[in-house]
């Protein structure tokens, strides 16, 4: 099978370039990042990938053609579609309206090689993008994608049944993700070959199994350190006297995001270690976000959770490799 190609957009600390190059199928040749702290990042991971800051600044002549098939993967900001959102403005928002700037791109792209315009292209968003503006933002993003050609499919993964090869532990953080995949052919069914995965045999298919805890233990803090307690925003049993639990411990951990991160007050988890309760360091953010330890090591602790929070998780990128991998590989022998 030819190599498969990946273009990061908003490419953030990398989840997606991790996960696509643990597959050894898929190489990663582009970056296009602007925080400053991420880039760090990205350059001691990636010092041989080229990057790019502003995406309004690149254009489709700047992407060199790889002569392959290629991958385009654009996280892009959650910032005004999620529902952590304050204002909510969907993509009218200053920070997920440069999802029409990745568009621009493709666009160009597509002008300039029609032959060779992406394979593929996947987006990433978190679930609230499918109620952002009534549903008109999620309509938006397949919208545009049609009118540049591309078959489309969707749904909702959770990252915590995820990980990287080798780590052997699952991350108990809900990590739920709307993924779109778009297939140059316009055939939604193509798209569908990567989206749906559907296992044999009555192996499990994680992808799937949104609600199903994690198998087995999922070690975050170092060993003895009692378990994760999470805020529940939504108390989920009454207590004898009345009252109600507001912190549970029930081996899952909530979703981080970029707003957790700060004094105690603000986290919504606690750890148990020797009698006393304590927040969690950013060694274990990292651990719950599902990338390698120290991966964000040497940044200031306010953007480094803040980037864990906004990470896509590398382990779903893992999956989602391989199934385009074994998607190409269909294509190529038909």
């Not at 952590?84 to 568009?103: D, M, N, Q, V, W």
């Not at 044999?200 to 378990?227: H, K, L």
């Not at 959770?305 to 999956?319: D, E, I, K, R, V």
């Amino acid at each position: 099978m030819t190599t498969l190609t990946a273009r990061s957009f908003f490419a953030g600390i990398g989840g997606f370039d991790l996960g696509f190059e643990a597959t050894d199928e898929i190489k990663v040749v582009t970056q296009i990042e602007w925080d400053t702290n991420c880039q760090t990042i990205l350059k001691r991971s990636h010092p041989t990938v080229e990057l790019f800051g502003d995406i309004c600044d690149v254009t489709a002549g700047d992407l060199c053609e790889t002569g392959g098939p290629e991958v385009w993967a654009a996280g892009f900001p959650c910032q005004d579609t999620s529902i952590a959102a304050p204002k909510r403005l969907g993509l009218r928002g200053t920070r997920s309206h440069h999802y029409f700037e990745f568009i621009r791109c493709v666009a160009e792209y597509q002008r300039l090689l029609a032959e060779r315009r992406p394979e593929w292209v996947v987006l990433e968003n978190p679930p609230g993008i499918l109620k952002s503006n009534a549903g008109r933002d999620m309509a938006t993003v397949v919208r545009c994608l049609e009118e540049l050609g591309y078959g489309w499919y969707y749904r909702v993964v959770d990252g915590r049944h995820f990980d990287l090869p080798g780590r052997h532990r699952r991350s108990p953080a809900k990590r739920e993700r709307c993924l779109v995949v778009g297939h140059r052919s316009g055939d939604p069914r193509v798209a569908r070959l990567v989206l749906g995965d559907r296992r044999t045999g009555g192996a499990a298919d994680p992808a799937r199994e949104v609600r199903r805890p994690p198998v087995g233990p999922a070690p975050v803090g170092r060993a003895g350190v009692g378990p994760i307690w999470r805020k529940s925003a939504r108390p989920r049993k009454s207590l004898a006297k009345g009252g109600y639990e507001t912190w549970v411990a029930d081996g899952q951990a909530n979703t981080l995001t970029g707003f957790d991160w700060g004094d105690g007050a603000r986290q919504t988890h606690l750890l148990v270690q020797d009698g006393r309760l304590r927040t969690l360091t950013l060694l274990e953010w990292e651990r719950l976000a599902g990338f390698p330890d120290d991966h964000t090591a040497g940044i200031a602790a306010g953007p480094r959770g803040q980037m864990l929070g906004n990470s896509f998780h590398p382990g779903m990128a893992y999956w989602l490799g391989n199934r385009f991998v074994t998607a190409q590989q269909i294509l190529e022998a038909a």
